[in-house]
């Protein structure tokens, strides 16, 4: 398979409609690696599956440029490459198949559309190719009809892979499967896409989805990217509020008040809770001289202590047996407080600690705070 890099520099897409233009994507900048599987992740409306259409040859963009490799597909001045010339392929949430043709006749069609057209014999080898590496090869004679969603989706994206496109783009092709079945094509998915090698670009809405496929997350809102880097690195330092929010499940706590130093401890004073910061961060923060800031921490980050110093103490109002662990949930003017623990809860209150090492701070404008 091709290995193609994705420079985006400065792009941008707007709409004129009756209520006036509207700014869909604002400026992005974007580097995607050869054979990167990488995500577009982002609430409904933010933007992605218009920069997938601009990507795709599908829009044409209001202002920057973009290339694969080193060649200029597409600007706002006039150089626009259409599908075909970018070698480009599509897969789609709806699985788009002829329904009077066979597996292999879905599969092959992308090849009897190629300039020259491969032979009959060429082409049954390509097809086999495709379908043995989806396991769906003795279902070449089948229609979709006798197909099961997630076969069927097998053979979208076999019609996809088929002819050794330069670049594979992705719109939220597992939405239309059951859960188990979306975790199951998930993982082959994410197998399939390391044996091939494609450049891969794969739109959702589904943090999960975005965390366990990418190499790399673009994270976007209202058509502006918010935060580029790994998985890990996402969840991990989480550039501003809406990043922290949007991954994780549950959600990251937020905990917004002010800051007091009582005894020589800082306090952060959210409404009716009253937090202890842990020393370590208390004096990396007291320099800064912040009145009011936001207190990030994951549901696994709060611990459950029965002895020893606390940072915070909750009544318990749900809990949740969730298999392998419980989830705690403690509501509070703010909202909720989610607390992940492999043991059940004793008690109807409980004692946390926190750990310095695990926090994630915000400013007043929901830009992270690094100390």
């Keep these: ?39 577009l992740l982002g609430p409904s409306g933010c933007g992605k599956s218009t920069l997938l259409n601009l990507l795709a040859g599908l829009e044409k963009p209001s202002g920057g440029e973009l290339y694969f490799d080193q060649e200029l597909v597409a600007d706002s001045v006039g150089k626009f490459s259409g599908p075909f010339e970018r070698d480009i392929s599509m897969v789609f949430q709806s699985y788009a198949l002829y329904p009077h043709m066979t597996v292999e006749g879905n599969i092959a069609f992308p090849l ?5 057209v491969p032979s009959p014999k060429v082409m049954q080898a390509k097809v086999k190719e495709a379908a043995t590496l989806l396991q769906i090869d003795h ?22 892979i088929v002819r050794n496109p330069k670049v594979c ?14 975790n199951e094509m998930r993982a082959h998915l994410k197998d399939l896409q390391k044996k091939l090698g494609v450049t891969t670009i794969y739109v959702t809405h589904d943090q999960l989805e ?25 969840y991990r330092a989480p550039i501003n509020q809406f990043v922290a929010r949007f991954i994780g499940s549950p959600t990251m706590n937020m905990l917004t008040g002010d800051l007091n130093e009582e005894n020589g401890s800082l306090y952060l004073q959210a409404d009716t809770l009253k937090i ?25 980050r709060l611990y459950v ?46 004692c946390l600690a926190l750990d310095a090492g695990h926090l994630h701070l915000f400013d007043d404008q929901g830009a992270r705070i690094n100390l």
């Design 210 to 234: 975005a965390m366990t496929l990418g190499h790399r997350i673009a994270i976007m809102n209202n058509g502006v990217l918010q935060q580029v880097g790994t998985p890990v690195e996402i």
């Design 139 to 160: 279902l070449l004679d089948r229609k979709p009809a006798e197909l099961s969603g997630g076969q069927r989706q097998r053979v979208a994206i076999g019609r996809a």
């Design 169 to 182: 783009l992705m719109d939220e092709p597992l939405s239309n499967l059951d859960a188990k079945l979306r």
């Design 305 to 350: 202590i029965t002895e020893g110093e606390q940072n915070l103490a909750l009544p318990v109002n749900v809990i949740e047996n969730v298999g392998p662990e419980f989830l705690i949930y403690s509501f509070h003017k703010q909202g909720q407080i989610v607390v992940r623990t492999p043991d059940e809860p004793v008690g109807d209150s409980l």
């Design 112 to 116: 009897t559309n190629l300039p020259q």
């Design 1 to 39: 398979m091709n290995a193609t890099k994705i420079t985006i520099k400065s792009l941008a897409k707007s709409f004129v409609t009756f209520r006036g233009k509207v700014d869909v994507l604002k400026s992005i900048d974007l580097e995607i690696e050869p054979g990167e599987f990488f995500v």
């Design 276 to 300: 202890k910061l842990p020393t370590e961060t208390a004096c990396k923060l007291k320099p800064k001289n912040l009145k009011k800031i936001t207190l990030g921490v994951r549901p696994e």
